[in-house]
């Protein structure tokens, strides 16, 4: 079981960035596919992000498309979310999630561990 804790949310205005981060512990990371969801009040958790083992394949939802960029370090056992030119229709918590394996994947059951969770708040 892989241990994931989240950081780097907050309250930003619209137009703004921020960065997350999610640090992966208890188990081997560099092969796991790694991906982002997000999940308002009220509303089911969707997909955001994804990124395969290596770091050579990513998949965006396409409300996200061309504003967030998912990376990961191996060596750091860290996976990150950039999100640029906010929204507010991007206000949610956001989750980092571990893949059962290592390709790129958009369903949620297609990953078996999960953080706590981060909220990020987009002021208009």
């Known amino acids: 079981q892989v241990q994931l804790v989240e950081s780097g949310g907050g309250l930003v205005q619209a137009g703004g960035s921020l960065r997350l981060s999610c640090v992966a512990s208890?188990?081997?990371?560099?092969?796991?596919?790694m991906g982002w969801f997000r999940q308002a009040p009220g509303k089911e958790r969707d997909f955001v992000a994804g990124?395969?083992?290596?770091?050579?394949?990513?998949y965006y939802g396409d409300s996200v498309k061309g504003r967030f960029t998912i990376s990961r370090d191996n060596t750091k056992n860290t996976v990150y979310l950039q999100m640029n030119s906010l929204k507010p229709e991007d206000t949610a918590v956001y989750y980092c999630a571990a893949g059962r394996d290592s390709f790129v994947r958009t369903q949620i059951t297609a990953f078996g561990s999960w953080g706590q969770g981060t909220q990020v708040t987009v002021s208009s």
């Open positions: 208890g188990h081997t990371f560099s092969g796991n596919a």
């Open positions: 990124i395969n083992w290596s770091g050579g394949i990513t």
